[in-house]
């Protein structure tokens, strides 16, 4: 599961999960008049609240954060474990407003209804504004754009070397330098080669080889790491349709060619494919 791939709409469900699990720990029913010392049952001691409104919610959210944080979420039905997930969390809200018109769950209509029944305690108003608010976050997340952004922004990373080129130079690395003591560089023996000249009998550098073709001019194109805003698939670069993987927003790729609109993407695990829509994409 990748957690770089979730939403801020996501961010707001799990938000309003913690307040719901808070809130059922509250009391349930709230009567006027009475002593605080009267220690009245929280929500987990409603039947009817604990398994249409606090596990409904719970289970509504965890469906909803989960399936985004997987690659291919499973399908139950036909329908996405998303789908799933909203369709809980809105039969958790419709439940919570339920409940606070009719607390007593109607024994306070016993006897014609001249008595008045308790009324909707902290713990089930509490109810009410989480899984109103998970509900419209889990459907209004795929529709508004303020919500789809990341939720954890991207590390951004080493600025990559150009695709096939070797480390600048330094302490090690062929033709560089060596610093001698005191800083200064070493300078090359009389009659000795400069750093990056060719040696006598070797090709000219550009030259093609003996019996190789002439190297095709390079472009202007240099690998960059960039991030996708949302999920996009990643087609094989022989053309087929069918997705090798799907690129997840909060993660970081590197193109290293480019084809017309399109890029040629590796993963962290060394796969290739074309990302064919680029646009809106964050380069590193």
Do not use: C, H
């Not at 604990?50 to 289970?59: E, Q």
């Not at 399908?75 to 919570?96: C, E, M, N, P, R």
């Not at 754009?145 to 991207?154: E, I, Q, R, S, Y």
């Not at 949302?230 to 087929?240: A, I, N, Q, T, W």
């Amino acid at each position: 599961m990748n957690i770089r791939s979730l939403t801020r709409g996501d961010g707001v469900v799990i938000g309003a999960a913690v307040l719901l699990f808070i809130a059922s720990f509250l009391d349930l029913y709230s009567v006027d008049g009475v002593s605080d010392s009267v220690d009245f049952p929280n929500l987990w001691a409603s039947g009817p609240v604990l398994l249409g409104v606090v596990l409904a919610g719970i289970i509504g959210a965890a469906l909803v954060v989960v399936a985004r944080g997987l690659p291919q979420p499973p399908k139950v039905a036909g329908l996405d474990l998303g789908q799933f997930g909203i369709a809980f969390t809105v039969f958790a809200a419709w439940s919570a407003l339920g409940n606070i018109f009719d607390v007593a769950g109607g024994i306070d209509n016993v006897g014609g209804g001249s008595s008045d029944g308790p009324d909707a305690g902290t713990g089930l108003i509490l109810a009410l504004i989480a899984t109103l608010v998970m509900a419209a976050a889990a459907v209004a997340t795929p529709l508004v754009p303020a919500l789809k952004g990341a939720l954890l922004p991207a590390a951004r990373p080493a600025a990559p070397q150009p695709y096939g080129a070797q480390p600048p130079g330094g302490y090690g690395y062929p033709g560089a330098q060596q610093a001698s003591f005191g800083g200064q560089p070493q300078q090359p023996f009389p009659g000795q080669p400069q750093p990056g000249q060719p040696q006598p009998g070797q090709p000219q550098p550009g030259q093609p080889q003996p019996g190789q073709p002439a190297p095709a001019p390079a472009g202007d194109f240099s690998p960059f790491w960039f991030a996708v805003p949302v999920p996009r698939p990643l087609f094989p670069e022989d053309g087929s349709p069918t997705p090798i993987a799907e690129l997840a927003p909060g993660t970081w790729y590197l193109a290293v060619e480019q084809r017309g609109p399109s890029l040629v993407a590796q993963t962290q695990d060394g796969r290739r494919g074309v990302l064919q829509d680029t646009s809106g994409i964050q380069r590193g």
